[in-house]
């Protein structure tokens, strides 16, 4: 059996834009010179910056100057290796777990035309999968830990790791993956446990301290921007969305957002667009 939704969803693993990080924020172009905005380079032209600054003035007082920049670059650093973690992780479960199911016969197609693989063939393929993970340095071994074992004991599949989406707003960036969970998952956060299966929008974050809420009220936003993107690109319209934050030490902090958050925090980012255009016009005539 073969599935539009699915070929469409396959098609992100590619993205369909050009990167340009050759300017001050990053951009992507398509084959037409439409240009597009990174989804967090908006987030962050449009965001009140007066914590961030008033941090950066105390790091570099008490430790130095540069000091704040410094530590910004070691926990980008640290967040990469994580992800990276994570990516290698999914990867390997589908690719183990789909390589199972297809000789038991075992795929399915859900409701939202997506290929489904067994949930116990999935877990036994992340199972396989977590005894290989690549190593990180030391002071990213932590937040790998935290988040990959989450995975572990969460995701019963995987639709998409780190696919690529655009929208016609006008802004484009990848998204960490589009994965079901468990219902044990889905009724420690309040949630239907018959929502297991359902995709949701994944986000994955690492964190020294307790994100504020103006930082996690952008993380819900970026999952907003996702949803946009892959709504548009494949049709599908996900369940809601799981932020998980890794912490050096123990487990990651969750926010789980319904389908109705979601929805929000859709609108609420197409506002960030529109306000991220009104700034780079007038930049632009200020130039003029």
């Known amino acids: 059996m073969t599935s539009t939704t ?3 969803l396959a098609a992100l693993r590619r993205s369909a834009l050009v990167r340009d990080d050759s300017g001050p924020s990053r951009v992507y172009r398509d084959t037409a010179g439409t240009l597009y905005h990174s989804v967090t380079s908006i987030l962050s032209a449009t965001a009140d910056k007066s914590g961030l600054d008033n941090w950066i003035a105390f790091t570099d007082r008490i430790y130095g100057p540069g000091a704040a920049i410094q530590d910004r670059n070691v926990a980008a650093t ?30 399915t197609w ?12 999935f877990r036994w393929g992340l199972g396989k999968a977590a005894a290989k993970l690549p190593r990180v340095t030391w002071s990213a071994s932590g937040y790998a830990r935290s ?23 006008g802004f484009a960036g990848t998204a960490d993956g589009l994965i079901s969970v468990s219902p044990e998952t889905l009724e420690r956060h309040g949630a239907d446990p018959a929502l297991a299966g359902a995709p949701f929008i994944a986000d994955w974050k690492t964190s020294a301290s307790k994100r504020s809420p103006a930082m996690m009220a952008d993380y819900k936003l970026q999952c907003g921007a996702y949803a946009l993107g892959l709504e548009h690109l494949t049709g599908i319209q996900p369940a809601g969305a799981f932020i998980v934050v890794a912490r050096r030490i123990g487990e990651p902090n969750v926010t789980f957002m319904t389908r109705d958050e979601l929805v929000r925090a859709q609108d609420g980012y197409l506002e960030r667009v529109s ?14």
Not at 94 to 103: C, E, G, V
Not at 110 to 121: F, M, N, Q, T
Not at 275 to 288: H, N, R, S, V
């Open 6 to 8: 699915q070929d469409a």
């Open 78 to 107: 640290r967040g990469n290796q994580a992800h990276s973690q994570a990516e290698f992780l999914l990867k390997l479960a589908n690719k183990l777990a789909r390589s199972t199911a297809n000789k038991n016969n075992s795929l």
């Open 110 to 121: 859900d409701e939202h035309g997506l290929a489904r693989i067994p949930a116990p063939v």
């Open 147 to 169: 988040l990959s074992t989450w995975i572990v004991e969460n995701v019963t599949q995987a639709y998409a790791i780190e696919f690529s989406t655009h929208h016609p707003a």
């Open 275 to 288: 306000l991220f255009y009104e700034q780079l016009e007038k930049a632009i005539q200020g130039e003029g």
